[in-house]
Structure formats: C-alpha cells, structure tokens
C-alpha cells in the first residue's frame, strides 16, 4: 500500500524536475544565441615582452592596438622577478646579499640587515628584494604582507634604498624547462600599471593567479 503510494508522488516529481530543468535549458539556450558580440583583450605582459624583443616602447605598442579598434587590454597579477624585469626592484638570493655587503658594506647596509634580522635564521635560498623608489617600496611591502605573516618579512632601509628579506618557503611560478628555475611570488595587480592603461583610456580586464600562499 505505501509503495502504491509513493509511486505516483515519484512520478509527479520527475516530471516537475524535467519540466524546470527544459525551462531552465531553453533561457540559457536563448541567452547565448542571442549573445553573438565577441570581446577582442590583448594581453598587456604579452605585448609588453614583444615590446621589449623590438626595442620598442610598451605606450606606442599600446597606441597602436588602440589605433586597431582594441579597447580591452588583460591584466595579470604581477610578480618580483617581473618587477625585476621592469627595473623596478633587484631581487637576489640572501647569501649573495650577505656575501656582497658584509664584504663591500660592512659599516653600512649589512649593519643595518644584521640590526633588523636579529635572532631569526634566514635560508641561504631566501630572497632579498631592493628598490630606491618610495612608491614601489611601498606597494611591495603592502603586497608582501598581505601575502605573508608579518614576521616573514624583514624589512629595513640604508638612506634611500628599501630592503625586504623574505624569510618564507617561495615557489617556481614560470615552470616552463627551456627557463632557469627562479623562486617567486606574485604580489597581485599593479596600480601603476592600471592607471596607466586608464589614462589610455583602455578598460582592463583583470587575471587573478591561481596560487595561494
């Protein structure tokens, strides 16, 4: 008797659940028929290293995209070893550091890191950025707290020259074997590089790494 019961409830169920779910296909199916527009992005560090390859510089290659009718230009989250590439930063391993500056500067900037490492161990592996620029200082060491605890980054500065000691476990983020193997983090999307693109007048489409840490 119940399951005479529960029989047709079943049935009525099923026929519900196929009725919303052909409702729910068609809305879609519409949808995408009638969304025939196609978003042309060009990819700003793709065109940036072709740039680079041609000696030419990054603005007049954008100026030309946007001659060809591109108005969307992707963003990815940039990097140290990019910031590095760019000139905006010089990232080195903690034993060249340490050997470089307790030889040539020992009075001076590895006064100052010894004063600021204290008592903690840093890996010979660990990775020293520098930069002589306040607002890539700043932007990197917001970045790299956001990313880290504070007590992985040491942080200190000789006149006007800013140092970070990044005294935690990085990984490769380029794995590709035609490359040398270079430990790196990405700091998330450049503000400068943004407000460049928008007094451009380009719109940028952001391209979050997928990577945690």
């Known amino acids: 008797m119940i399951k005479k019961f529960y029989k047709p409830v079943l049935w009525v169920l099923l026929i519900c659940f196929l009725a919303l779910s052909y ?10 028929k009638n969304n025939t ?3 042309t992005v060009a990819d700003y560090y793709d065109f940036k290293k ?10 007049e290659t954008l100026l030309d995209l946007k001659s060809q009718g591109v108005s969307f230009i992707g963003v990815k989250e940039v990097s140290l070893r990019e910031l590095a590439l760019a000139g905006r930063v010089t990232v080195e391993y903690f034993y060249e550091f340490q050997s470089y500056n307790q030889l040539h500067n020992p009075k001076t900037i590895w006064t100052q890191a010894e004063a ?12 020293v950025v520098a930069t002589g620029d306040g607002q ?5 060491r917001e970045r790299l707290l956001n990313r880290f605890s504070p ?9 006007e020259q800013y140092y970070f000691i990044i005294n935690a476990e990085l990984s490769y983020l380029d794995r590709r074997k035609d490359i040398p193997q270079e430990f790196d983090t990405p700091l998330g999307f450049d503000p400068q590089v943004l407000d460049d693109l928008f007094q451009m007048g380009f719109s940028a489409v952001l ?5 945690s840490g």
């Open 37 to 39: 527009s196609m978003l």
């Open 136 to 140: 890539t200082a700043s932007f990197v």
């Open 116 to 127: 600021a490492i204290k008592n903690s161990p840093v890996s010979n592996n660990n990775l």
């Open 50 to 59: 072709l740039s680079e390859s041609a000696n030419t510089d990054i603005y």
């Open 207 to 211: 391209r979050p790494e997928n990577t």
């Open 23 to 32: 409702e729910g296909f068609g809305l879609r199916t519409s949808i995408e």
């Open 151 to 159: 007590e992985k980054i040491i942080y200190f500065n000789y006149g």
